[in-house]
């Protein structure tokens, strides 16, 4: 069975680190973990992704490894058992997964005693498109995707660092949350909202 965290800031919310410690409990030393930085243009040296494998080598695992699948082979993830996908842009992570395999390589992972834990864009991906970034950010579409499905792993699209009214400001002077309402309404859909504190447990 795989257990998918979706979360806003990952291992920088302690709930988060806490429950990953109890799910894991009695097998950290052997488990071994990869982080996918392809979401992000500072890839390993991304501070946040450095900052990340200090926090899986404090708590006792021996093998972490940075990956990243636009450049590597989707297939090398079959060698680990968690999985930590770092933030940073949604559209160019989302190429990646299906231009790579890594999407194929994913559901097969779906199937193993595995560990996810997807950050901000690394969470939204998990839902079923990432439609609601393309309302929000379309700027960040820099690769030029057309195909918005996500994985659909979750039934709803999820929108991260909700709440956060300066990450995400409008020039209408709307809030957050009356965009959100805006775009549930036009897509006939709910929005699964993450604040940064948030973390949402999935078992598949």
Do not use: W
Request: hydrophobic letters at 40%; glycine letters at 6%.
């Amino acid at each position: 069975m795989a257990h998918i965290f979706l979360t806003s800031k990952g291992f920088f919310t302690k709930s988060v680190k806490d429950d990953f410690l109890q799910l894991i409990d009695g097998r950290i030393s052997v488990l071994k973990a990869a982080i996918i930085t392809t979401a992000s243009s500072k890839k390993e040296k991304n501070p946040f992704a450095v900052k990340t494998k200090e926090d899986f080598l404090e708590m006792g695992l021996m093998t972490v490894d940075f990956l990243d699948v636009e450049f590597e082979d989707a297939r090398n993830l079959l060698a680990y058992d968690v999985f930590y996908i770092c933030g940073g842009n949604p559209f160019r992570l989302l190429r990646e997964l299906k231009e790579s395999g890594a999407e194929t390589v994913i559901e097969e992972l779906m199937e193993r005693d595995t560990v996810f834990i997807g950050v901000s864009a690394g969470a939204m991906i998990f839902g079923p498109h990432i439609e609601i970034v393309n309302c929000f950010t379309p700027s960040m579409n820099t690769v030029n995707l057309k195909d918005l499905k996500g994985l659909g792993i979750f039934p709803k699209p999820i929108f991260p660092h909700y709440g956060r009214e300066d990450k995400f400001p409008d020039s209408t002077g709307k809030t957050v949350e009356q965009r959100i309402a805006e775009f549930e309404a036009a897509h006939n859909l709910q929005v699964e909202r993450l604040t940064d504190s948030d973390v949402l447990l999935i078992e598949r």
